[in-house]
């Protein structure tokens, strides 16, 4: 296999893994609220993280001059951007707001451009364009009347802009410190404690039960994400951002794939058609560059 196709791959396997992750979040919180799960998803992949952290860490790791910057992404992603966008779909709908979110592979492709000097062909540009579309005719739904402020447009664009920065800083940390693991795992032990004081913070009153069956789901998605991280960041390590990024963002179409082949819940429509005849050719566009 060429060395140009193998962060294609990671970048795929990455986002089906999203999907994965995704669709079992969607089932846990069947049993508990968006809030708790993220929380549990949140602490299953940090503990994972310090779990397999003997085997892969090594004491020259802490005293790299990127731990920084590695530390800021935990304060990105997932917690601030999860946030975010929690606010943008409460207030502007899951559409509007899904829609909207979709431009994050445009801000990937722009950030590394302009911030890792990566050279933008027309292949990347036009796949990068192609997946944005694919997405946001995925995420469209008619009727969302307008009952919201204007600048609450800006929530779900902002947290599409944090998760592309989250991936510069973690572009510019394998540069450096060549370890998907240990970037890993410094973004989710920052991110748990600010992730388990918002929570007290938000709670009100006792923490309602979660049954064994949703606790169960709740581990199955940290471990999901805990590992799609990890394939990300090799993606990232491996490939340039303006390859990795949009197609780690096609994630959504295979949540929809799998609802339908997996999960037997969601009923394949002519805009899911649509949108992988978009996708197929960007993504093979993107490879070309790779």
Known sequence: MPDVLIPVLLA?????LFAFGNQCSRIAMRYTDPQTATLFQIGVSTTLYWLAA???LEASYWS???LPLLAAIGLFRPLLSANLGMAGTRILGPTISSTLASTAPLFGVGLGVLMLAEELSWEVAVGTGGIVVAV???SWRRGAARSWPIIALL???FAALLRSLAHVFAKIGLET???PFFVA???YSVSFPFALANDFRLRRGGRPTIPVTGLKWLVA???IYAVSVLVMNTALMSGRLIVVSPIVACSPLFTLLLGHFVFREKALTRRVAIAVLLVVPSVALIGLRA
Request: without cysteine; hydrophobic residues 60%; aromatic residues 12%.
């Open 12 to 16: 795929l396997s990455a986002a089906i």
């Open 54 to 56: 003997p085997f892969y």
């Open 64 to 66: 790299s001059p990127v």
């Open 136 to 138: 946001v005719i995925l």
């Open 155 to 157: 929530l779900p664009v």
């Open 177 to 179: 410190l060549p370890s």
């Open 185 to 187: 795992l410094v973004a």
């Open 221 to 223: 998605t940290g471990f």
